[in-house]
């Protein structure tokens, strides 16, 4: 399928979705006009400048972020959107998806435009959430059709750079796609596809030894839901993946998995080109206050689309869930278990199967209390971060874009919060948390204690708030002990904070200050102190500064070392 004859089979279908009532009719094109103002315009600007005095821990001495909205009602037929995101972090160096984004978003009835940087989604298989520089549109009349379509490049082009490694070279690459859906009362059908491919530039030089190819990807999905019946929905998603690994080798047989759709239907190139199947299916009914749940999904080993960042393969899945109220509705049960294995082409050294389950109870017998208990060992989802990692954060966006990984066996989570009121004047608030990780390697029914680990967070904190006055005192105590291997690691300390809110609540103030301690096998590692202010205010209504500083004074065996890090935000909405 060429892009030429994608794009008109989608404007040949987008075409007649269009019903004469969503038309403009010339004769009555004064009733548009109605009362009031022909255009209105509303939206908001927010620019914030981070200064960091120390450097080090890989940040810029000083960034900048700006981004703002902007709408504009034509006549209250037309709404122009418009989106952008400025910063100058990470300036000097290369990426495939540029931080700074600008885009437009017009819409008319149920026709919506997408311009600039965006993001669509059409499938889990073809197109998820990846950002695009180009056009797309969504077409949704009221008759139950919808159309979505998609042009732009997924990535550009980044040179090698032997001299700066952090960011890896890529090539540039471009993509079109559409999906196609209709939803009725008792049925909705969705059928879905994306092209991509990355075009090569002789002027551009990326080694071998990267391991970085030109790739070309065309994915198709099909779904279908059904509701026979009040409470009872199945659903099921077919996709097929074609993926060309290096499209400058055009020979070699493809290699497939058999019943591949997209070179016996669409006729795709077979040519060095590895086919992959992808399968997801579902019941649930509901039948008074409960839930039931059957799932089963296989993805082939090596299953890629181009419109995605990431994506799992080689497994199949098979859970069953169900979910219960009871007590008067004052209590809520779920459960989720499964089978989860790999392997599934029988190609790797060792296979894995497992169980996998969950189970979140929630109880509220009244107001003041509410507590939750979570049991999981989803090894592959379950991702815990200490919360001394934010306690001892002094960039706010300095995580923004880090993906944080774990592999857990299993994790317990207890969450108990009680408020009370007194005579409505003082309200307390008592918060209690613990969790506890658990994992290791278990071999011919042997528990090694040198590879397993157990993580335990727990924290508790009370906050009093004198509500005439709108002055709140919070004292917390954080404590994380892990056990990894035959080590054993140890941090704890106290925070401290009040907040108030002043001159008629226009403007917000606070300070809290945090100590921590850690150590490793009995031995002192360091100690972290910080000292954090905030202030806010609000004038005119729609403009809001705000000021944010940390002082951080860290002692090590190998050194002390301070920093200072204060954010400066503006922001107006009109």
């Known amino acids: 399928m060429n892009k030429p004859l994608a794009l008109c089979l989608c404007a040949a279908v987008c075409l007649p979705l269009l019903s004469p ?22 939206g908001g600007l927010n620019a914030s400048t981070v200064f960091n005095s120390g450097g080090g821990y890989g940040r810029q001495p000083f960034t900048w972020f700006i981004n703002g909205s902007l709408n504009a009602n034509l006549l209250g037929q037309l709404n122009l959107p418009f989106s952008f995101n400025l910063t100058n972090a990470g300036a ?3 990426y495939p998806t540029m931080p700074n984004r600008l885009s437009l978003h017009p819409t008319y009835k149920g026709v919506t435009a997408h311009i600039g940087d965006v993001v669509m989604s059409f499938s889990p298989y073809t197109l998820n959430g990846h950002q695009f520089t180009g056009v797309g549109v969504d077409v949704a009349p009221e008759s139950g059709w919808s159309i979505s379509a998609m042009y732009g490049r997924l990535l550009r082009a980044v040179n090698y750079d032997s001299t700066n490694r952090s960011v890896l070279p890529s090539y540039r690459r471009m993509g079109y796609g559409a999906k196609l859906a209709l939803n009725r ?3 909705a059908l969705a059928l879905s596809f994306l092209r991509a491919k990355d075009h090569t530039d002789p002027a551009q030089y990326l080694p071998d030894t990267l391991h970085i190819y030109p790739k070309e990807n065309l994915t198709v999905s099909l ?24 499209r400058r080798d055009n020979h070699g047989a493809a290699k497939t998995s058999g019943g591949n759709l997209l070179e016996t239907v669409f006729m795709y190139e077979a040519r060095n080109t590895r086919f992959y199947k992808a399968l997801k299916a ?10 039931i749940g059957l799932g089963y999904e296989r993805i082939d080993p090596g299953y890629q689309t181009l419109g995605a960042y990431y994506m799992n393969n080689d497994l199949e899945n098979i859970t069953v869930n169900f979910s219960q109220p009871f007590l008067k509705d004052k209590a809520n049960i779920a459960v989720n ?17 497992r169980m996998v389950s969950s189970l979140n109870a929630n109880y509220m017998p009244d107001e003041k209390w509410n507590l939750n208990l979570s049991y999981s060992n989803f090894q592959t989802y379950t991702n815990i971060r200490p919360q ?32 009370m009121k007194t005579a409505g004047n003082k309200s307390h608030n008592i918060n209690m948390n613990l969790n506890v990780q658990d994992a290791a390697d278990i071999q011919n029914g042997v528990l090694w204690k040198g590879n397993g680990s157990r993580f335990y967070n727990a924290n508790t904190a009370y906050t009093l708030l004198l509500i005439p006055r709108q002055i709140s005192f919070t004292g917390a105590f954080n404590l994380s002990y892990n056990s990894i291997g035959r080590n054993d690691f140890l941090t704890l300390g106290p925070t401290l904070g009040i907040n108030a809110k002043l001159f008629d609540k226009k403007a917000t103030a606070g300070f809290t200050t945090s100590y921590n301690s850690s150590a490793s096998d009995g031995q002192q590692q360091g100690q972290v102190l910080n000292l954090r202010a905030n202030a806010a205010y609000i004038f005119l209504k729609k403009h ?13 065996p190998k050194g002390n070392s301070s920093n200072v890090t204060a954010t400066l935000g503006y922001n107006y909405s009109f």
């Open 21 to 42: 009532a969503q038309q403009i009719n010339l004769e009555n094109i004064g009733d548009m006009f109605g009362k009031g103002k022909p255009l209105k315009v509303n």
């Open 92 to 94: 000097g160096y290369s």
């Open 185 to 187: 009362e008792h049925y």
């Open 223 to 246: 779904s279908a839901t059904l509701r026979p019946r009040k409470g009872l929905e199945l659903t099921a998603e077919y996709a097929n993946s074609a993926m060309k690994l290096d």
């Open 282 to 291: 579902g019941l649930n009914y509901t039948f008074f206050k409960s839930t």
């Open 337 to 353: 278990v499964g089978y989860q294995r790999d392997d599934l082409s029988h190609t790797k050294a060792g296979a894995t199967s």
């Open 388 to 419: 001394f990692e934010y306690i001892n954060q002094t960039d706010p966006y300095g995580n923004m874009d880090t993906l944080n990984f774990k592999q857990v066996s299993q994790n317990v989570g207890l969450n108990v919060n009680y408020m």
């Open 544 to 556: 809001n500064v705000n000021l944010n500083a940390v002082h951080q004074t860290r002692w090590t």
